[in-house]
T-cell receptor, first 111, second 110 residues
Framework: TQLLEQSPQFLSIQEGENLTVYCNSS?????LQWYRQEPGEGPVLLVT?????EVKKLKRLTFQFGDARKDSSLHITAAQPGDTGLYLC???????????FGKGTLLTVNP | NAGVTQTPKFQVLKTGQSMTLQCAQD?????MYWYRQDPGMGLRLIYY???????DKGEVPNGYNVSRLNKREFSLRLESAAPSQTSVYFC?????????FGDGTRLSIL
């Protein structure tokens, strides 16, 4: 079973601060995805990274895929209250159909 | 566009009762999925259907059955509900690319 370990599990910061969320595994993934989930809703895809070493930016969010395709990070610059939510990493490993999810990082950005 | 629609949104059952959770997608996706989400556990795959006519077990299939009724619809059945099945259930679809999720069914079993 391929596992994705996310850290930290909880993060509470003030508006304007920077933060990084980590997603690590001992297994290689063909791609990794980051989702954001708000209360009462399903997860929504933020980004997919496919190539080892790849960096993608989405406004104030920067996503990186490790060179060995075993880990990924999400960095948020100047966090805003609207960034509050559960951030989930997920990856396709041995199967193109079965997506493995990390346990998530619950981010709270206080005004 | 509705995307992925799940019904019901909330349900309370007694131990031993049966229930079917419904999921329909209007994106003409081939693959559909059922997950459960518990506090601190992330999303865990219960069953999936790679294409119409096929279903396969995921990580936590015990106590559940599924039916891929047609390309649009994928239902999840609890034959004899147990308190351990109290959870939020999400349906998703894809073809290929990212998974698109419904807003979930919150199920409590007393």
């Amino acid at each position: 079973t391929q596992l994705l370990e996310q850290s930290p599990q909880f993060l509470s910061i003030q508006e304007g601060e920077n933060l990084t969320v980590y997603c690590n595994s001992s297994s290689v993934f063909s791609s990794l995805q980051w989702y954001r989930q708000e209360p009462g809703e399903g997860p929504v895809l933020l980004v997919t990274v496919v190539t080892g070493g790849e960096v993608k930016k989405l406004k104030r969010l920067t996503f990186q895929f490790g060179d060995a395709r075993k880990d990924s990070s999400l960095h948020i610059t100047a966090a805003q209250p609207g960034d509050t939510g559960l951030y989930l990493c997920a990856g396709y490993g041995g199967s193109n159909y079965k997506l493995t999810f990390g346990k998530g990082t619950l981010l709270t950005v206080n005004p | 566009n509705a995307g992925v629609t799940q019904t019901p949104k909330f349900q309370v059952l007694k131990t031993g009762q049966s229930m079917t959770l419904q999921c329909a997608q209007d994106m003409n996706h081939n693959s559909m999925y059922w997950y459960r989400q518990d506090p601190g556990m992330g999303l865990r795959l219960i069953y999936y259907s790679a294409s119409e006519g096929t279903t396969d077990k995921g990580e936590v299939p015990n106590g559940y059955n599924v039916s891929r009724l047609n390309k649009r619809e994928f239902s999840l059945r609890l034959e004899s509900a147990a308190p351990s099945q109290t959870s939020v259930y999400f349906c998703a679809s894809r073809d290929p690319g990212p998974q698109h999720f419904g807003d979930g069914t919150r199920l409590s079993i007393l």
